[in-house]
């Protein structure tokens, strides 16, 4: 699938089929990825992780202006993650189960950049309330 992003400054329009994003990938399987939810998990994994036929239902990290991520963005991720944390055990006290653990996951996982179809993005933008890449 090819989409024509409108250049709004006036240039030409680009021609874009893939969105650059990082997925984490399980270190020890192979083909693995951590799924965004307990809801899109593959239960054939023991750990729920999906495969890249279903990627649209990975943990995604995208940038709002579509560049390419980087160890920034996994740092900036991690950061918001240690955040709710934080506040999960101020309002639960130290028993708090606390599930959005970045710095936990990236034990297990590591991330990847991969060009995401942009069909599977606007797939994973339904479910994640972001704004789709324009198909025209």
């Known amino acids: 699938m090819q989409v024509f992003q409108q250049n ?5 329009d680009e021609i874009i ?14 083909g693995r ?13 023991p750990d729920g992780d999906i495969t890249m036929d279903d990627i649209q239902d990975a943990f ?3 940038r709002n202006d579509h ?7 996994v740092e900036e991720v991690r950061l918001l993650s240690e955040a709710h944390k934080r506040g999960m055990i101020e309002k639960y ?31 994973a933008c339904e479910v994640n309330g972001w704004e789709p890449v324009k198909t025209y």
């Open 8 to 12: 709004i400054f006036g240039g030409e």
């Open 17 to 30: 089929s893939t969105v650059p994003v990082i997925v984490l990938k399980h270190k020890e399987k192979e």
């Open 33 to 45: 990825y951590l799924a965004a939810d307990i809801e899109v998990a593959d239960f054939s994994d």
């Open 60 to 62: 995604i990290i995208v």
């Open 67 to 73: 560049q390419k991520p980087g160890p920034e963005d």
């Open 93 to 123: 006290g130290d028993k708090a189960v606390v599930s959005y653990d970045v710095t936990e996951w990236l034990k297990t996982y590591e991330p990847v950049n991969i060009d995401m179809p942009v069909d599977k993005f606007n797939l």
